[in-house]
């Protein structure tokens, strides 16, 4: 186990961590104002990743293909909202989850349709590509910093909006009381959609971001989506704030815990025993994690509504 | 079956409870005697329910203590609270949809009873069950409605199941919060007269708007102005004082 | 002062009792002549077909009991399956091979697990409780994916079915069935019950208003745990009857899209009417099995479907069908 390493390691754990805020950032702010479980969310980051994919084979440029993508998944996404969701607002959350589940297997095996179930690759634009030399024997990959510097832009621009601007003051009254809110006068209908649109478009974002690192392929939102409830659940339904110190916790527990459990147990058992418990616990550390802080905190860590 | 001297039924020493910076019960201290009817009253803000619902369980206090039958029950949950005996009705109506006005009434008998844990037997049709809580919907008028869905009854109907239920845990206290809420005239006659009729069994706490009612029931009154008990004494004492007066600017004291 | 004028005990309305006895006596009859169909039409396939939807409809009935009468949605509900299955390939691996240890080791261990998670879950409400469940079911998905020593990632071949009190009386497809046949009977049965009884009553009530429940007098939680317990005990009842059926138990048995399959099943069918627990694993597995044959990418028709039922067909297919009969309800 070497510092750099570690460096290394903790390095993708923020970045797998702002990753996972970005995703989650729409999911618990959907969850919190509309009470709406979205289980479609992982599906609108793998479509997002798709759809820079189709769109940058056709203009054969990074950022243009970027911006094309997010406006398609915005349309897609508002799309959804008018056809199906907006319906299902106020109904059972079991009615949610099978609606929602429902849409991730027409996506997940739409895209296989369209595009076959081979993982497609997207190219890290020339500019922003290699590695960069952090320390003595340290190359990190640019584009990794980029996703990570591009992560934190987003959380402080979220901030900002919500915590500054009249439709972000709305937004927090929303996730916690929306009937208030609505009773104040206030179209709630538009600031649902407002409020989905701009969900999708982060969930879409961060596909797009993340689509040159992993293989963009049909499923690939389904293991994300499942990390991102466990960081809305941990930081607390509603609260950006919840999400983005949850998102970071977990990107950094997970990409550490992977990479180290083996050593780590080592110091107590034998290698061969290690090697196979070793990956199993880390695989399981977060929701160790997340069990271990729902019982003390029952709502997440900063839940927006009180109680 | 003496009272001044008795113990209290229920004693509230110094109970407080705040919501951020807003004060919703200020330093209450309270004596309620055995088998008297005791109002609560108090301008709308007043902080009523919230303390019904700290003496019931479901909110717990700040600071303070409340002692009923003699034992502290400051942070007893709201169901071990209602199997000492400490049963109260709802200002919202609280009962159970998709089920009979019967069995509204029998969950209560049946909680009452012990032995739920049982896996087997229709509990619909057990007449150990059934029976008492007939009982007491005859008593509360109730009975001719017994097989109605709960949720189709009028809303003066509902508020009689709500009691229903209530008394059928046959309490050592009964909560009353808001009971002639949005009924009419006529059916608040009937309840007037529902509870003179159990006035002296138990002990009654009853919080209301309707002065009617309340200096109609009322053995003693206390009056709650923002959180806290500014007077408390015989109806005819209430009335007269200026300070109560005061604090129902504008309401009808007759 | 008893002698009320209206009898207390006064018997439910005849149509309503009539619904409640032929429904379930028509699925019952249906699902005991798959085997004579399977026969005249000389389709094999359909005999495992119907064992696989009455194992599954085991599942669904206890996951029913406590998503349709205690309010409680478990997107974990695989977990136990898989914990089930599991004790049946492990013993069948170390020489247990015999029902009379594998089917209480599985039900029990599934008991267990339900116990001590849902000490923790049930301090949780509404969607914490959702992604606590789903927590605990990837919790078991990971440790079977360790186990090495019984196949990890790729799973475990089981010699051969459990023999009964030694004896080989489930080796064919027909004993099994049939076998199966009447777990799903029993533990549909044990579940109308228990829904009716006095425990029933009080979950029912808690589903409503809980708050009332507990003003009466009522530790909704304890109840509720018991309930859970329940459920997460004949879901491994139905992970034995899966490990039996297929001869292979693997981590995919315990994945959370399975979780999510159950969930399905139920609202499918209607959820808190235990029925369509069992009709929502037919028409799940059925129209897997159909639209498969008429679609490779099945799954693309079957999404929608799926949102269609949600928003026109509330109550699921029992609902529908509760509409037809009775327009005017």
Not at chain 2, 145 to 172: T, V
Not at chain 3, 219 to 237: E, F, M
Request: aromatic share 8%; proline share 4%; with cysteine.
């Amino acid at each position: 186990m070497s510092f750099t390493l570690l460096l290394i390691q903790t390095l993708n754990g923020l970045q797998l961590g702002v990753l996972l805020f970005l995703i989650a950032a729409g999911l618990t702010l959907v969850f919190g104002v509309m009470d709406f479980i979205n289980l479609a969310h992982g599906v609108q980051y793998m479509l997002g990743a798709y759809l820079a994919v189709a769109f940058y084979g056709i203009v054969d440029n990074f950022f243009i293909a970027l911006v094309l993508a997010l406006l398609a998944s915005l349309a897609f996404g508002l799309l959804l909202e008018f056809l199906v969701f907006r319906h299902l607002y106020g109904r059972d959350h079991l009615d949610q989850l099978m609606a929602t589940f429902g849409i991730i297997l027409f996506l997940n095996h739409g895209v296989r349709e369209l595009w076959g179930a081979a993982p497609l690759s997207l190219p890290v634009p020339d500019a922003l590509s290699g590695a960069v030399r952090l320390m003595p024997g340290m190359l990190y990959p640019v584009w990794r910093i980029v996703i990570i510097a591009a992560g934190f832009g987003v959380a402080a621009g979220l901030y900002l909006l919500v915590t500054y601007t009249r439709i972000g003051m709305l937004v927090r009254a929303g996730a916690s009381n929306a009937r208030m809110v609505s009773a104040l006068g206030v179209n709630i209908e538009l600031l649902f959609m407002i409020v989905f649109g701009f969900g999708t478009m982060l969930a879409g974002f961060s596909g797009i971001m993340i689509a040159p690192i992993l293989s963009v392929e049909p499923g690939m939102g389904d293991n994300i989506l499942i990390l991102a409830f466990v960081v809305i659940v941990i930081g607390g339904i509603g609260s950006i704030r919840g999400a983005f110190i949850a998102a970071l916790m977990i990107g950094l527990v997970d990409t550490l815990g992977r990479s180290f459990s083996v050593d780590i147990l080592r110091l107590v058992m034998a290698p061969s025993p290690a090697r196979m418990v070793g990956p199993a616990i880390a695989s399981m550390l977060i929701y160790v994690l997340m069990a271990v802080v729902l019982y003390v905190r029952p709502s997440g860590l900063f839940p927006a509504r009180g109680r | 079956m003496s009272n001044g001297l008795a113990e209290p039924v229920l004693r509230l020493e110094g109970l407080s409870k705040n919501f951020g910076s807003l004060v919703v019960t200020d330093n209450v201290t309270l004596d309620i005697v055995p088998s008297e009817l005791h109002a609560i009253i108090g301008p709308n803000g007043a902080g009523k329910t919230t303390l019904i619902n700290q003496l019931s369980g479901l909110i717990t206090p700040d600071a303070g203590r409340i002692i009923f039958a003699g034992a502290d029950v400051t942070h007893l949950p709201p169901n071990l609270r209602a199997l000492r005996g400490l049963s109260r009705s709802f200002q919202i109506t609280s009962i159970l949809s998709g089920f009979s006005v019967l069995e509204n009434v029998a969950l209560a008998v049946q909680a009452r009873m012990g032995s739920s844990f049982r896996f087997f037997g229709r509990a619909a049709k057990e007449k150990a069950l059934n029976d008492p809580a007939m009982d007491v919907l005859e008593r509360t008028g109730m009975a001719h409605r017994a097989h109605a869905d709960a949720n189709a009854l009028s809303h003066g109907e509902k508020r009689a199941l709500e009691l229903a239920i209530a008394l059928a845990m046959q309490p050592k206290l009964l909560l009353l919060d808001e009971p002639m809420a949005g009924i009419g005239p006529e059916e608040t006659d009937k309840q007037v007269e529902l509870l003179r009729a159990l006035k002296g069994q138990m002990t009654m706490i009853l919080v209301e708007h309707d002065m009617t009612a309340v200096f109609a029931l009322a053995d003693r009154i206390s009056v709650l102005v923002r959180g806290s008990i500014v007077k408390t004494g015989l109806p005819v004492e209430v009335r007269a004082d200026p300070q109560v007066v005061t604090a129902y600017l504008g309401e009808e004291m007759e | 002062m008893s002698g009320a004028t209206i009898t207390a005990s006064q018997t439910v309305p005849a149509p309503r009792l009539a619904r409640e006895i032929i429904r379930p006596a028509l699925i019952f009859i249906a699902l005991a002549l798959v085997p004579l169909l399977a026969k005249l039409l000389s389709a094999q396939y359909l005999l495992d077909l119907g064992s696989r939807v009455m194992i599954f409809a085991v599942a669904a009935v206890a996951l029913d009991l406590i998503v349709g009468y205690c309010g409680l949605v478990s997107l974990g509900h695989a977990g136990f399956i898989g914990l089930g299955a599991y004790a049946v390939g492990i013993l069948s691996a170390e020489g247990f091979g015999d029902a009379l240890i594998s089917l209480p080791v599985a039900v029990g261990a599934s008991m267990l697990f339900a116990l001590a998670t849902g000490l923790i879950c049930l301090r949780t409400r509404g969607v914490y409780f959702i992604m606590i469940t789903l927590a605990f079911g990837q919790m078991i998905y990971f440790i079977a994916t360790s186990l090495a020593l019984y196949g990890g990632d790729n799973g475990l071949t089981i010699a051969s079915r459990n023999t009964i009190v030694g004896l080989p009386l489930i080796k064919t497809d027909l004993a099994l069935y049939y076998m199966i046949f009447l777990f799903l009977l029993g533990t549909y049965l044990f579940c109308r019950a228990l829904v009716s009884s006095r425990f029933g009553r009080v979950l029912r009530g808690g589903k409503v208003n809980a708050i009332r429940i507990s003003t009466i007098g009522f530790d909704i939680k304890r109840y509720q745990l018991v309930a859970y317990v329940i459920s997460g005990g004949l879901a491994g009842l139905s992970g034995f009857l899966l490990a039996n059926s297929t001869e292979f138990v693997s981590p995919a048995y315990m994945s959370w899209q399975r979780s999510g399959e159950l969930i399905v099943m139920v609202i499918f069918g209607g959820v808190g009417t235990l029925d369509g627990a069992i009709i929502g694993s037919a028409a799940y597995l059925l129209s897997e099995a159909w639209l498969s044959g008429l679609i490779e990418n099945w799954k693309v028709v079957f999404g929608p479907i799926l949102v269609m039922v949600v928003l026109f067909a509330r109550g699921g297919l029992i609902g529908i069908s509760a509409k037809l009969w009775r327009p005017q309800s």
